[in-house]
């Protein structure tokens, strides 16, 4: 088992390298530099100099994506270009925001998507079964913003059941601040579940259909076990393993569609800054953002990895 | 048993995880605790809340760019002068201001009530101060129009002398409209200004100063009890908070809701009619000084030729494209200058008429001609680039290519990402550029920097290299007579409209929402740089009832 934690977190540290390197070299690939932004007016060639200079930006590229990786093993991410603040600073300031919505869909997907994938693994061609079906599929053609929008447009804007964007009433405190918190949670929050849920009930369906059909689900009905216990106990513990790697999947799905909730719902978390840093060609934030959101991922995938040893010791083999 | 208990024990353990981590996730998120503004304000006070799309940058307003900083920068940091709803500069901080020398030497003379929020007065010493750092760390666009400034004097409280290596006749505008004043005994102790994040503990001058910044939330400002150019020497508005919706259907959403009561952005022609049936509602309109157009790239071969850019500009009908593009909402332009700069718009210029006969004409005698037959020139096929995130421009650039192809020319939609689209117009890899100018706040200012070949830090992205042209402008930069430069800019219009250098589209007018049965007295300005969120229009705010 140790060998396996070992290979597995050597893994995840390449990945996360991997993409350092990646959005590193990609940001500065891109045409312009932050610079470009400024044309509007004059500028001239001693500014622009004097600003790559302040960025750091004069130097050979190499030479920057070594001082870079310097700095990134002392833990630090750089000096936002337009904040003149700390990346750390502003990413830890942000992403309480993000974990928390992300997290709230993440839980609530599994919540609501174990049981309604189990029921209709039971009730398998039947009404509800065909409706998950249906669900599943519209899922997948499901975009996280227009979801957002016409939630928001509808339910918040509309009905006026919900706030239409931040993430607490900024004027209040204590327990009506928490309160506040939940409310504003839940159009956003809704729409990630939205789009995630009926691909994750799926899944879990057909694993139990075809967990139901194996050899040890029919030894247990031979012994009298009773249904409910066959369907919970045998049968969602075994088809519940594959599904395991979709939740991981899932975080990083997640994370990813969180950018385009928080847009949509004003939302103060990382998606946002992410957006509005790559219309500042704020490098520093969008690669302190991007490694973060990576590492959230890669170790979300190790995690479910370890978990799938754990739950299944013919991997660890 | 002991399995029960180890379950029970394992779940606990869960739970109090789970608490454990909701705890710091929240605590994180600060949930108003750490928040200094309440929002609350005393019986009769009112809060003017306004909607914003992104977070401040930069609160160093010295090194902003930022459109969204300097709604709430400019509030706070007083400027020489402003800008009124018909583009004239008015006073702020400059009573006036006049040039000796020839014109060598401009000299703003300034009002002696202003405070900063600590209580010190605002001098002469804080603007020197404030133009020396720009020129000291090339700070901001304002550097650029300080290139001619050879020493700066402050010989008594109210007075400013810039000494210029040349006389420049707008200088006076552009620096006192573009830079903010700071407070020099609180910044000169900060060191190299350019590394200064001026993120806490602010002192302003202007009518609201910051008081509390919750990033991706909201910005709240509280009056300056002593701000001379409001009525009665304090704004009616006790705060102002801004409350950012990154997306602008959002943030209609909001103003309808009643959770702002002014946009900061303008509201998309298209959107308008959607506030019609809102009673509350009211909107705001205003011309703009910058203004859509066609650049031609002078290195390409074809468009070097100037009956090729007749032609070009006689195969858009910008007629069409404003009531179909822009429902109407927008006006012709003939020259180089916006409409609003009446003085300086040439009025006897007259737009090129759409006429796709008359433009195949031209380039059939200018040696152009369709070999194969299939109704297009041979080998004359230009790419239109724009920016792909303006819609208003796309659409000018697919109805373009329509037209064009009447006039037997081929165009090709080159509509790419903003900061690509960017990057190669500055790197003048184009043939045509659609774009829009954002801010000129005034004529010289615009010729020089989009026409003059001898600027390195311009805008040419026509790539001219005109010495007529050149002389012209130089010619009028160095003319401080009123009558005679206006003269004198009005014949530049006319040469750049001959010559066809760029094709005016149009000039959009500007429509600002806010909610009318809660606050009054909104001073628009003709940008959507400033629209209503400007120092001077914020202190005239007054609740309503």
Sequence with gaps: MARFVLNRALKAVLTIWIAITATFFLLRLLPGDPTTLMVEGDMTPEMRAALLKTYGLDQPLLEQYVSYLRELLHGNFGISFRQIQPVTDILLDRLPWTLLLAGVAFLLTIAVGIPIGVYAAAHRGRWPDKLLQGFGIGGHALFVPSVAMLLLVYLGAKLGWFPIGGAVDPDTRGAAAYLSLAHHLVLPVASLVLVQLGPYALTLRTNLIDVLGEDYIRAARARGLSGRRRLWKHGLRNAILPALTLMGLQLGTLVGGAVLTE?????????????????????????????????TVVVANALTDLLYAVLNPRIRL | MSKTINGRARRWRAAVALGAAAALGLSGCGLNEDNGASGESAAGDAVLRIGTTTDVSNFNPLQSLSKTDSWILNAMYPHLLRIDENAKKAPELAKDYTYENDGKTAVFHLRDDFTWTDGKPVVADDVKFSAESIMKYKLGNVAAKLTWVTSIEAPDATTVKFNLSQ???????????????????????????????????????????????????????????????????????????????????????????????????????????????????????????????????????????????????????????????????????????????????????????????????????????????????????????????????????????????????????????????????????????????????????????????????????????????????????????????????????????????????????????????????????????????????????????
């Design chain 2, 167 to 545: 006389p420049y006749a707008p200088f006076a505008e552009g620096v006192g409209f573009w830079m903010s004043v700071v407070p020099k005994h609180i910044f000169e102790a900060a060191g190299d200004l350019s590394k200064f994040p001026n993120d806490s503990n602010w002192v302003g001058a202007g009518p609201f100063v910051l008081e509390s910044a919750t990033k991706g939330q909201r910005y709240v400002m509280k009056r300056n009890d002593k701000y001379p150019l409001a009525p009665g020497g304090k704004p009616a508005v006790s705060k102002v908070e801004y409350r950012l919706y990154p997306d602008v259907n959002t943030m209609m959403l909001a103003l309808r809701n009643g959770d702002i009561d002014l946009m900061g952005t303008p509201v998309p022609a298209s959107a308008a009619k959607t506030f019609e049936n809102d009673a509350k509602i009211k909107m705001a309109k205003v011309g703009a000084l910058g203004f859509a157009h066609l650049t031609y790239n002078m290195n390409n071969k074809d468009l070097a030729k100037q009956e090729v850019r007749q032609a070009l500009s006689m195969a858009i009908d910008t007629k069409s494209i404003i009531s179909s593009v822009l429902q109407g909402d927008a006006q012709q332009m003939s020259g180089p200058i916006s409409p609003i700069f009446a003085d300086y718009d040439n009025t006897e210029i007259q737009p090129y008429a759409f006429d796709p006969a008359g433009a195949k004409a031209k380039l059939t005698a200018a040696g152009y001609s369709d070999g194969n037959g299939d109704g297009l020139f041979d080998g004359l096929e230009l790419g239109v680039a724009c920016d792909q995130s303006n819609a208003n421009l796309t659409r000018v650039v697919q109805l373009f290519r329509e037209s064009a192809a009447k006039a037997g020319i081929k165009l090709e939609n080159e509509c790419v990402e903003r900061n690509t689209f960017l990057s190669r117009t500055k790197d003048g890899k184009y043939d045509i550029d659609a774009s829009q100018w954002g801010v000129f706040d005034n004529p010289m200012d615009q010729l020089r920097s989009t026409y003059l070949s001898s600027n390195p830090g311009g805008i040419n992205y026509n790539l001219l290299k005109s010495p007529e042209i050149d002389q012209l402008i130089n010619d009028a930069a160095g003319t401080t007579d009123t009558a005679a430069f206006a003269t004198k800019i009005k014949n530049i219009d006319k040469v750049v409209h001959e010559q066809a250098y760029l094709t005016p589209l149009y000039v959009e007018n500007f429509q600002f929402a806010y909610n009318a049965s809660k606050f009054g007295g909104f001073v628009a300005s003709p940008s959507d740089l400033l629209g209503m969120v400007t120092a001077y229009s914020l202190a005239q705010v007054k609740p309503v009832g």
């Design chain 1, 263 to 295: 847009t949509v719902f004003a939302y103060p978390g990382v998606g946002r800054l992410i957006y509005e840093a790559v219309g500042q060609r704020d490098y520093p934030v969008l690669q302190g953002a991007f490694i973060m959101l990576a590492i």
